[in-house]
């Protein structure tokens, strides 16, 4: 099983996870022809993709994939939200799940060996999730993001792919001297819809890590985050091998990672 990364960023974000016969997309907000690129234009492999929330770097490439027939999931909030700017023939595509009132887990579901499991995440949109997912090739995967917190925490996890956006103090300080454009009105919004490197951390320690192969830090913001000082946060907290993920990025994703 492999992990490609095909876009993570706020300009667009698309991820694949490929098996030797099925392929579950994670995110429509990246052009899909990038996506059929790195599976190999094996559309039919794919089991359908899941999106986190409606804003446009997750989920505005989802008419490209609906002239595919990719079935998308989403809660039903989001579908809502995104059915209203698709013609009736490209929404006929959109699928979402279900949770009991007040829940914070959704029913879990089945696209091919893929089981997933939804839950609700902390961001400013309709009714965003992040995803757990189970298969018996890759073994438990978190994906989390555009959240500023994360309350679930998740058993079995092997591979974890988790929003580390900002940096709280250069965020502030970013804000402090307007840099980049910053304000602070705009640096309170990030910090309450975006998961910062010490929120990531605090996440990552609540969780049984025991035996996770690597983790993938996603969603990295541009002015206000550092790849290479998150990298070496987060792989000197876990001691597991942590990539940032980039446009093109593979990664080996069997539950034994030898
Ligand atoms: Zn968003």
Redesign the pocket.
């Known amino acids: 099983m492999k992990l490609h990364v095909i876009a993570s960023s706020s300009e667009g974000n698309a991820y694949a996870i490929e098996g030797e016969g099925e392929t579950l997309l994670i995110e429509a907000g990246a052009p899909f022809e990038g996506t059929l690129k790195a599976i190999g234009y094996q559309v039919k492999k794919i089991v359908g993709c899941l999106v986190t ?1 409606e ?1 446009g ?2 989920a505005a490439r989802v008419k490209e994939l609906a002239d595919y027939c990719v079935d998308v999931w989403a809660s039903p909030g989001t579908v809502e939200k995104i059915a209203g700017k698709l013609k009736p023939q490209a929404a006929r595509c959109l699928r979402s799940f279900r949770r009991e009132e007040g829940a914070e887990v959704y029913d879990t579901f089945t696209l091919g060996g893929f089981e997933v499991t939804p839950f609700a995440t902390r ?1 400013d ?1 309709a009714e965003p999730v992040g995803y757990y997912i189970q298969h018996p090739q890759a073994g438990g995967i978190l994906f989390a993001t ?1 959240t500023y917190y994360l309350r679930p925490t998740f058993a079995g996890l092997r591979h974890v792919l988790i929003e580390c956006n900002h940096d709280a103090d250069k965020l502030q300080a970013n804000a402090a001297g307007r840099i980049h454009g910053m304000t602070p009105e705009l640096a309170r919004r990030i910090r309450e ?1 975006h998961l910062s490197l010490q929120t990531c951390l605090s996440t990552l320690q609540a969780n049984d890590l025991g035996r996770v192969n690597e983790i993938v830090l996603i969603h990295l913001s541009k002015n206000n985050g550092d790849p290479k000082a998150f990298k070496k946060a987060v792989e000197t907290a876990t001691g597991i091998p942590t990539y940032i993920a980039r446009p093109g990025l593979t990664i080996d994703f069997n539950i034994n990672p030898f």
């Open positions: 929330h804003h770097d997750h961001h949109s555009d819809s």
